[in-house]
């Protein structure tokens, strides 16, 4: 059965850190990149970065760039996006997504092929 299971979710004062976690399992690891995306209500769900298994190669969209970092655990099969600076527009849901490598362009959500539940970030201004 696979599985994304995202953890590290939780209320921060604006300009703190949060680390989240994605714990995947029941597909090989290293066939998928990983990618973060988040989603505020009334919004769109938007890609965050991204990380491939294979190469380590990684993507942030310009909101995040600078402040979020993303890093992969290969003998955990763990992504983790470390979360700096972060700002009161951060808040949303932040889920864990894999897609099948290659790919056409990691923040389309379409081309992913397995969600995890999510995790709540809220930044409090």
């Known amino acids: 059965e696979v599985q994304l299971v995202e953890s590290g979710g939780g209320l921060v004062q604006a300009g703190g850190s949060l680390r989240l976690s994605c714990a995947a399992s029941?597909?090989?690891?290293?066939?998928?990149?990983i990618g973060w995306f988040r989603q505020a209500p009334g919004k769109e769900r938007e890609g965050v970065s991204c990380?491939?298994?294979?190469?380590?190669?990684?993507y942030y969209s310009d909101s995040v760039k600078g402040r979020f970092t993303i890093s992969s655990d290969n003998a955990k099969n763990t992504v983790y996006l470390q979360m700096n600076s972060l700002k009161p527009e951060d808040t949303a849901v932040y889920y864990c997504?894999?897609?099948?490598?290659?790919?056409?362009?990691?923040?389309?959500?379409?081309?992913?092929?397995?969600w995890g539940q999510g995790t709540q970030v809220t930044v409090s201004s």
């Open positions: 997504a894999a897609v099948t490598e290659p790919y056409y362009s990691w923040s389309n959500y379409a081309e992913y092929d397995y």
């Open positions: 990380i491939s298994s294979s190469d380590g190669s990684t």
């Open positions: 029941g597909f090989t690891f290293d066939d998928y990149a």
